[in-house]
C-alpha cells in the first residue's frame, strides 16, 4: 500500500512540476499566432489521468476526516479545499480539453491559464500530503 501511494504521490508531484514549467516556459518557445501546441497536446493526456487520480484521492481523504469524529477544523477545511478545488480543475480541464479535441469548436485560452496555473498547486499539495501519509504507514 506503501509504494503505490508514494508512485501516486511521484506521479501527481512530478506532473505538477512539469505543467508549471511548461506554462512559464511556453511563451519562451512558442512561435504564437496558430501554430498548434504540440507539447500541450502530449501532455494533456498525463492532466487528465493526474486530475482524476488528485479528486479520487482528495475525495477519499474527505471521506476519511467525516468519518472521524475527532477530527478537528484545519483536516476539515484542508480535505474540503483540496477536494472542491480538484473538483473544480477537473470540469474545467475536461470541458475545454473536449472543446480542443472537437473539430468545430476552440478551447478558451482563458480556461487553459486557470487550470495551467491551479492544477500544479492541488496536485503538489496532494502528493505531498500523500507522500507524507505513505512515510507514515511504514
Known amino acids: 500500500m506503501a ?7 511521484a506521479y501527481l508531484v512530478l ?3 512539469v505543467v508549471a514549467v511548461n506554462f512559464i516556459a511556453t511563451p519562451l518557445y512558442h ?5 498548434p501546441f504540440t507539447v500541450w ?7 487528465a489521468v493526474g486530475i482524476v487520480i488528485n479528486t479520487l ?16 477544523l484545519r ?3 484542508r480535505t474540503r ?10 470540469l474545467a480541464f475536461f470541458w475545454n480539453w473536449f472543446s480542443d479535441l472537437s473539430p468545430n469548436h476552440d ?3 482563458l480556461v487553459w491559464v486557470f487550470v495551467d496555473t491551479v492544477m500544479p498547486l492541488v496536485m503538489g499539495a496532494t502528493g505531498g500530503r500523500l507522500w507524507q501519509l505513505a512515510a507514515d504507514l511504514n
Open 3 to 9: 509504494i503505490a501511494a508514494r508512485i501516486l504521490a
Open 81 to 90: 479545499t483540496l477536494f472542491y478545488v480538484s473538483a473544480l480543475v477537473l
Open 107 to 109: 478551447p478558451d485560452g
Open 75 to 77: 483536516s476539515f477545511l
Open 57 to 72: 484521492i482528495t475525495f477519499r481523504a474527505m471521506r476519511v476526516v467525516d468519518a472521524d469524529e475527532s477530527a478537528d
Open 41 to 47: 497536446k502530449i501532455l494533456n493526456w498525463f492532466m
Open 15 to 17: 506532473l505538477a512540476v
Open 31 to 35: 512561435p504564437g499566432g496558430d501554430e
